[in-house]
């Protein structure tokens, strides 16, 4: 009795080493299996330069979750180098990766986004307006595939004629540059003319498509005798801003942007 007892007893626990070994072989294997990284494409209408604070300030937030660049989370930069042309084949080619999420940094690169993708999660960044270009059904439901941030820039650029105006009383002719036929723009030259017509200064457009654009608008604001100057968003006038100031500084002509 005593050895069949005892041999029972080997065989349990030799069962239990087994199972245990199983189990442990098991775990070491899925241990082994690689983790999924999630993959974010990051679209950018300018160029790494002047977009490099608000890249760093995304870094930080990330890291903030628990996010670290290259171990937890990967990004795929794309950079239209303030050429809104580029911005749709960025796009394409971020969503032939087969990316998780697409980060846009204003209104030219969600579009191009919103365009290339109706399934991957797109949240936006400092959109103008993000209800007037259609991205989004309202700031309080978004509806589809769009999400993110609003800066009010058309409020804004209401309120800088009346800086412009309290700097400088005595302006009364004020140039508009940037990218006037930008959807997004709309709003915002509506909330500028408000603003113009109640302090009765005159406006005149200069549209900035292109950077080739900045130099001849700077002469036409000259020619039409602009007291000041006021830059609206856009990729082309925050990629060149160092050259927009230069102009300004050489027609001596008071700027806000």
Avoid: W
């Avoid at 349990?12 to 087994?18: E, N, S, V």
């Avoid at 245990?20 to 993959?39: D, F, H, M, N, T």
């Avoid at 919103?114 to 307006?129: C, F, R, S, W």
């Amino acid at each position: 009795m005593g050895m069949k007892h005892d041999a029972t007893g080997r065989r349990k626990t030799f069962c239990f080493a087994l199972c245990a070994l199983l189990v442990a072989l098991g775990l070491s294997a899925e241990a082994q299996q690689p983790k999924k990284v999630p993959r974010v494409g990051l679209l950018i209408a300018s160029s790494p330069s002047p977009a490099s604070p608000r890249i760093e300030a995304f870094l930080q937030g990330l890291r903030e979750l628990d996010y670290v660049e290259g171990k937890d989370i990967a990004i795929e930069y794309r950079y239209a180098e303030g050429n809104p042309d580029r911005l749709p084949a960025l796009a394409a080619e971020l969503v032939s990766l087969k990316i998780d999420i697409i980060v846009t940094g204003g209104s030219s690169p969600t579009r191009a986004a919103k365009e290339a993708t109706v399934t991957i999660p797109i949240v936006m960044t400092q959109d103008i307006d993000p209800v007037g270009s259609g991205f989004v059904a309202s700031l309080a439901r978004p509806g589809g595939n769009i999400t993110g941030l609003s800066n009010f820039a058309p409020e804004l650029s209401g309120k800088r004629i009346e800086l412009l105006k309290e700097i400088v009383p005595k302006i009364s002719r004020v140039a508009v540059l940037g990218a006037l036929s930008l959807p997004a723009n709309a709003q915002a030259l509506k909330e500028v003319k408000a603003a113009a017509e109640a302090l009765r200064v005159k406006l005149q457009h200069l549209d900035i498509q292109n950077p080739t654009d900045i130099e001849s608008a700077f002469r036409a604001a000259s020619k039409g005798r602009a007291e000041a100057a006021l830059a609206l968003p856009g990729a082309v006038l925050i990629s060149h801003r160092t050259q927009i100031a230069g102009f300004a500084a050489k027609n001596r002509l008071p700027t806000i942007y």
